[in-house]
């Protein structure tokens, strides 16, 4: 999808429509720009800039906090479009998808119709306002490449004849998996372009680089070295946040790790998973940091019970420096025994009351009903879009893909 958080708000507003429109995480001074619409990148606010370098680029900017609910629901019906063609489908973020059509069409001419009828669809059942960048290819590297690398609202179709063409008009941090430190390291090897790098040979980049070296080497050369797959489940599931009150305060801290926590709790049921491992990281003020890790002799689940974990972890923690951001993670996820025991056993009715607890704010809202301890927290580690490249959807009983909260 194209500048797409900007988009969604470009079209759930019509008012920011040709405008330039920045999504912010946050909308202080420092606040980092998370997606610019079509018409700010024009004038230079790109995807990372800070808040107050977006108003000197363009004073007219209009700046707008990210509204992650809007963008799921958003997401949700473009994913429910695209199970009407294949279920093959692999999110690869939320606001891109890998699709496998083998067997749905019989040469890259159908593909395009479909294609083409995918985008129309989108713009007239979701969002006149949206639009995707669709890559068609025979390896799932190369399409991705494809879609990188066309315009905005376009379909570019990448066939084995024309590889060498398409190399020619790219550089190589066109290409997807090669930032500036890598084409460094590339360029030290005399390689300079894309048509150079099909081309080396492949014991010298191995020896250079390692297995990265051949999966780009091999992806470049279109074979197929990755295929179309649902999302594995998550091996951890956490949650973390940059504490604009820097300080030293334990019982500040105390409140922060409490929603945190309450945070990673929640996915952590919704996954119906247990926990028998925890990590609590955190930056220091102003530079520095630590973390902490303990495996459990127990599954947890409950918000409490991973609290209790993470503040024995932050007690061990010999406090020197003022912290900046706190994150808090568990693993060694597994399904909870459902075995009764012959004796009480108060993590039972713990978790009967984590569960009514989230019944209620599932149904009612986030934060209806909350712990005492995230008392006066409510604009700390607010809810927030992932930028890593797997996310977290799940498939209900009709195949159909429903993105949980991050």
Not at 174 to 183: A, C, P, Q, S, Y
Not at 364 to 372: D, I
């Amino acid at each position: 999808m194209n500048s797409y958080f900007a988009s969604v708000e470009q079209q759930a507003n019509p008012f920011l429509r040709g405008k330039p429109v920045g999504v912010c995480a946050y909308l202080t001074d420092n606040g980092c720009i998370i997606a610019s619409s079509i018409e700010a990148k024009a004038v230079g606010i790109k995807t990372g800039c800070r808040v107050r370098d977006a108003r000197q680029l363009h004073p007219g900017v209009t700046l707008v906090q990210n509204d992650p609910p809007k963008y799921r629901s958003t997401t949700e019906k473009i994913f429910s479009i695209l199970n009407d063609y294949t279920d093959e489908i692999e999110p690869y973020s939320i606001d891109e998808a890998f699709l496998d059509l083998s067997g749905h069409v019989s040469d890259f001419a159908e593909a395009r119709k479909m294609a083409e009828t995918i985008g129309h669809r989108i713009r007239t059942e979701v969002g006149e306002w949206l639009g995707a960048s669709i890559g068609l290819s025979f390896t799932k590297f190369l399409a991705k490449l494809a879609s990188d690398c066309t315009g905005p609202d376009s379909i570019l179709i990448l066939e084995k004849k024309d590889l060498p063409s398409f190399y020619s008009g790219i550089g190589l941090t066109d290409i997807w998996g090669i930032n500036t430190r890598l084409e460094a390291r590339l360029h030290a090897l005399g390689i300079a372009s894309p048509l150079d790098l099909i081309v080396y040979p492949i014991e010298n980049l191995m020896r250079a680089l390692g297995k990265p070296g051949y999966y780009l080497w091999a992806s470049l050369n279109g074979q197929d070295i990755h295929r179309v797959t649902r999302p594995a489940e998550p091996k951890s599931v956490g949650h973390s946040y940059c504490v604009p009150k820097r300080t030293t305060d334990p019982v500040y801290h105390r409140k922060i790790l409490m929603k945190l926590c309450e945070k990673t709790g929640r996915r952590l049921r919704r996954y119906e998973k247990e926990a028998r491992g925890i990590t609590l990281y955190w930056r220091e003020y102003p530079v520095g940091g630590g973390n902490c890790r303990k495996q459990l002799s127990h599954g947890i689940m409950t918000s409490l019970d991973i609290f209790r974990a993470s503040l024995r972890l932050y007690e061990q923690y010999k406090q020197r420096a003022p912290i900046s951001m706190l994150a808090v993670t568990v693993f060694a996820l597994h399904q909870p025994s459902r075995q009764l025991s012959l004796f009480y056993d108060p993590r039972q009715r713990a978790r009967k009351l984590g569960g009514a607890l989230d019944h209620l704010n599932d149904r009612y809202g986030e934060y209806t009903v909350f712990w005492g301890s995230m008392w006066a927290t409510e604009k700390n580690a607010l809810d927030r879009i992932g930028f890593r490249k797997t996310i977290a959807p799940s498939f209900n009983e009709r195949g159909e893909i429903e993105f949980l909260q991050e």
